[in-house]
């Protein structure tokens, strides 16, 4: 097991990149994250089962036409909510024992900005960075356009993050 001792100031660089802070220390082998991968699999299979990845889906949401995609997101933060209340309350630890920690987060302008400029995105595309995959994997390869992207608004994220408000 490999520890490293983060410096207060890596924990807030992390915090305005909104990187979580539980990255786990252990090093483990590359096969190791086969499980992930066939999990990734798993929920796009859901999210294409369920039409989430639906273009249709998404477009219907933005216009107000239908409770569908609101009643899966407003589920899903039920969901998290309720799990985050579990894990503090019974401090919960990971799979490989380690302490699963929240930090507070102080409200800034760029949130709201940076959420707005990803809504607008989603708007547009019919997708965000989690569907992205699941459409690729279904075939739509139109999406390819969307995914390099969101790649390079990315790049251009980290290239002007200094200047940023944050």
Not at 42 to 49: L, S
């Amino acid at each position: 097991m490999k520890t490293q001792i983060e410096s207060k100031q890596s924990i807030e660089n992390r915090h305005t990149d909104a990187v979580c802070v539980n990255d786990s220390k252990i090093q483990h082998p590359l096969w190791h994250n086969i499980k992930y991968f066939v999990v990734g699999i798993a929920f796009g299979i859901v999210f294409i089962k369920a039409e989430i990845v639906s273009w249709f889906r998404i477009q219907e949401m933005f216009r107000l036409d239908s409770f569908f995609m609101y009643g899966v997101i407003g589920t899903a933060v039920i969901v998290g909510m309720i799990s985050v209340f579990i894990i503090k309350k019974f401090r919960i630890k990971t799979l490989s024992g380690e302490v699963i920690t929240f930090e507070d987060k102080q409200f800034n302008k760029g949130n709201v900005i940076g959420g707005l400029i990803f809504g607008i995105g989603w708007a547009i595309t019919g997708a965000c960075p989690g569907p992205l995959f699941a459409q690729i994997g279904s075939g739509f390869v139109a999406v390819i356009v969307t995914f390099l992207s969101a790649m390079a608004g990315t790049w251009v994220y980290g290239y002007f993050r200094d200047k940023l408000p944050h």
